[in-house]
């Protein structure tokens, strides 16, 4: 089959290739993300470097700002705009009372069914962008939105034409999500990770009518110039000195690689990093473990912001310590990413119960900690199940 | 004892048990040209007073137009935005192509596109939530939204951003002009608030608020701003 690349990172890989021509792919994202990006992307990269042809049918921003953002990621947007390469279906213009630009305009959205069809038969073989699906639903109803959906993807299949579906799913009723799902063949589903504010970004293929797909959760960041990138999460292995850091990050890493020395301390300690790499129920993270000793908070920083959830390690037996974690976990602005607060050393008589060290740390009520005893390896799927269902309540 | 953050309104608070509960939302409302705006220069000029942080998102006048109105009342925001402690979100300029350069706290947005205008508001959130829990909030005002966009779609976007806000740790207020949208509407918007206060020009009218529902009080602008009499 003919794929069309997205040349959104990744994605061609999980697609088995990109989308076939004819067919509707969703972007479906939570409130919060710039899900038109991904739109924008795959047709400035496609009439780059396919030479396509496309439009984009927009009702949130006009084409004034659209050839804004495009320049921003660094898009070209003129050249094709000038050979008639792309154009604008413009749904915006026109209720914002300013002058309408492109080659369709709609001031009236019930006139969008045909035009976005004229629209469609002037580009055979190539790609439409229709941003925003919500600002439809709540202006003619779910119901002629859907049936205005089914009318353009059946003429786009026909036209062998790749319609790209934008939705940002604020409280829609889920029977309704439901049904609209239905209407395409693929859909991404864009979400958040969050720990009160949302602080990193996934997209994963949840649907696709012409490959197997594995669910992979991609996590990427908008850049300027460039567009999606993706990047390898990472989990922080931290704590005061001596918890056990070390020995936790080869519990949980497969091929886990310490960087130390026999340090003037008592105890062996970790003077670099433990690195490891963590392949766990369809999620894959690098793992650094940071040292517990003062002189080495610098390394902090840098590696929390990189961060999507992180580790602190405590040893339940050392309540003087613990006033050390709580310095370390403001540190790393852990905080604001999720954290599971390892109780370890509980195979030793003395250790505090997990509600014990809650209150000794004043910690909210919602943190969890889990009891651990990485020298008995009790406890360490535990620790990494809590945390990835932080990481993925959405 | 519920913690409260002043409002700044010289009365207001006394009556109200020392000011908004904590990590609430409240509505503003009322006809045009009856103080909600300068509600809001009060409230933000009670953040400098007490220290706190505070997102400003603005829809109709852009920040420097918010410095040289708040200067007629002597409060000056141009240390507290350097310092930046102030968060602006200028959703005013942003359909005509600003040219001003947007920073960590300094967004701008336009008001058809609900979308950017979240995922800029978290952006922010995410820079103020690094410094504090607790931070004031305003959002001056959802008329301007509501007629830019579907109002329906609208009441799903404050929905989305009082979540957000409050999950941050914020206490804020949110304007609207009476009778802009239809009843059923402002009902929905009602609901999306925890408190709810109406200014007819010459009452105050606390409509809404755990503890003290239904408490009013004559107010008068002056040059000092609202004050109760």
Known sequence: MDMKKTYIPRLDDILKGGTP???????????????????????????????????????????????????????????????????????????????????????????SKDT????????????????????????????????????????????????????????????????????????IELFGIEERVMYRQVYVVVKSSWSTISRTKTFFELVMPGGVKVFIPKLLVTGPYNAGKTAFVHAISQDAVSVERQAYELFPTTVGLDIGHVDYKGFSADIFGTPGQERFDLLLEPLAREAIGAFIVIDSTQPNTFARAKEMINMCRAEVIPKIIVANKQDLSGAMRPEEIKKRMALWEDVHIVPVSVKKNKGINQTLNALFDLIYRV | MIQSTRSGIAGLDELIGGGFPNNTITLVYGPPKTGKSIFCYQFLHQAITDDEYCLYIMTDYNLPQLEE?????????????????????????????????????????????????????????????????????????????????????????????????????????ITYTEGVVD???????????????????????????????HISANYKITDEGIIII
Request: proline residues 3%; contains cysteine.
């Open chain 1, 116 to 187: 976005v069809l004229c629209a469609i038969n002037d580009i055979a073989g190539g790609t439409a962008v229709i941003e925003n699906v919500a600002t439809l639903i709540d202006s003619i109803g779910a119901n002629n939105t859907m049936e205005l959906i089914k009318t353009w993807n059946e003429a786009a299949n026909k036209h062998d034409v790749n319609m790209i579906y934008i939705f940002t799913r604020w409280d829609y009723e889920d029977r309704m999500i439901e049904q609209l799902i239905d209407l395409f063949n693929c859909e």
């Open chain 2, 183 to 213: 009843s059923q509407i402002e009902t929905m918007l009602k609901a999306t608030v925890d408190n709810i206060v109406h200014m007819d020009g010459k009452k105050i009218t606390v409509e809404a608020m755990m503890g003290c529902d």
């Open chain 2, 69 to 173: 109105t708040m200067m007629y009342f002597k409060w000056f925001i141009h240390d507290y935005f350097t310092k930046k402690q102030l968060y602006v979100m200028d959703i005013a300029s942003g359909s005509i192509g600003s040219v001003q350069k947007e920073t960590a706290s300094f967004k701008i947005s336009s008001p058809q596109n609900p979308t950017e205008i979240i995922s800029e508001i978290i952006e922010e959130l995410q820079s103020i939530f690094q410094k504090t829990h607790t931070f004031r909030s305003i959002l001056d005002s959802a008329t301007t939204l509501f007629a830019y966009n579907s109002p329906i779609l609208m009441i799903r976007v404050l929905k989305s951003y009082t979540m957000r806000i409050k999950l941050a740790g914020s206490t804020g207020i």
């Open chain 1, 21 to 111: 021509p004819g067919t509707s792919v969703l972007f479906n994202a939570i409130p919060g993300m710039l899900c038109d990006i991904f739109g924008y992307q795959i047709i400035a990269q496609r009439i780059r470097n396919n030479k396509e042809i496309g439009f984009i049918y927009t009702n949130t921003r006009t084409p004034a700002e659209i050839s804004r953002v495009f320049d921003k990621y660094g898009w070209d947007i003129m050249t094709p705009l000038q050979s008639g390469q792309l154009f604008f279906v413009d749904s915006i213009s026109p209720m914002m009372g300013v002058p309408p630009i492109g080659k369709y305009c709609i001031d009236d959205f019930n006139k």
